[in-house]
């Protein structure tokens, strides 16, 4: 089978590998679509996210849906034909946090595209049978796909409790932010907000239903939300920039007794963080990690119509022109670039 293997950073190597053949729990999937995650675009142009280091060629991709051709002996629900998407995250199922239910906080997970776990930058993979879930006729494999990002923002808002009548703010319109103010009208939210620092991704986030979009280059923020609450600040406000000047703005722009969420990762584990604050006007901080639980959600909403992820894809490539997908998700207006393999 064809895979792109990330061989040294920015360079690609389009590989003949031996096709897998799946274990009993398993099913062996043919890849229709992966989406170029930050991630990916990460580990191509610097070989490494922190402490994770490409040390050997590694396949990228882990948003990713395909049509299942075989399956294990023990699997049942699912058969050739079906369409499905992988949640690329497995856990051990043994340790204290899967034992708790906090599959998402296994330290012993197999996590695609993470070193040194291989991704779906491939004509098939072998998956356990229940990270793949099965996609109704109306959702299509790149929608698939993208359940990957939305589980992020589904994760996010859960964790931010966001509920009926909120107004929620959104700090940074990439495809995270994008799925977590979708998830958060899913849940409820009747106002959000959402800023970032490029013009495209505003005028895309309006088109995409924000109601208020703040370029934060020319406005500032505080009084932005301040003007729109009627001086009360945001229930909810999710981070999903990773920049620090952003990271630090959540405590000007939630209201007191309100709830911050961090998504987005900083360069600088450490920023500055006003705890006075946190603690005087009683702000709960949650860090939000992956997701658990949240591709049954995800497929649901996305069948009933009720979330789009769609619209936030810029472009699709073939394998053989990864590079050049790699080049194009890298330009800052773009938002979601596909690999999208023929059925
Ligand atoms: N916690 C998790 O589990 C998890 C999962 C996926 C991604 N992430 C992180 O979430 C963040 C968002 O992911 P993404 O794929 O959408 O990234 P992205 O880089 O595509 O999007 C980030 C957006 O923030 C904007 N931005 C930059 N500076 C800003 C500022 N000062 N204020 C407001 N917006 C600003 C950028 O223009 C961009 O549109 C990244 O840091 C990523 O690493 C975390
Ligand atoms: C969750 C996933 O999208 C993220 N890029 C990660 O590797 O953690």
Redesign the pocket.
Known sequence: MRTAVLVEPTEFELQDRSEPSPGPDDVLVAIRDVGI???DV?YYEHGRIGDYVVEDPLVLGHESAGEVVAVGENVTGLEAGDRVALEPGVPCRRCAHCKRGDYHLCEDVTFMATPPHDGAFAEYVSWPADFAYELPDSVSTAEGALCE?LS?GI??CRRGDVGTGDTVLV????????LVMEAARAAGATDVIV????AE?LSLAAERGADVTVD?TETDLESAVEEYTDGVGADVVVE????E??IR?TLDAVRRGGTVV?????DEATVPFDVLEVIDNEIDVH?????KNTYDAAVDLLADGVVDVAGIIDFESSLDAIDDAFQRAME?AV?KGMITFES
């Open positions: 995650c930050g991630s990460h990002p992020v994760h996010a700090t940074g319109a990439g495809p995270i932010g994008l800023t970032d620092v490029v991704k934060v999903a920039s990773g920049a000047p952003s703005s961090l998504v987005g990762l900083a860090g939000s990690f992956r997701y800052p938002v």
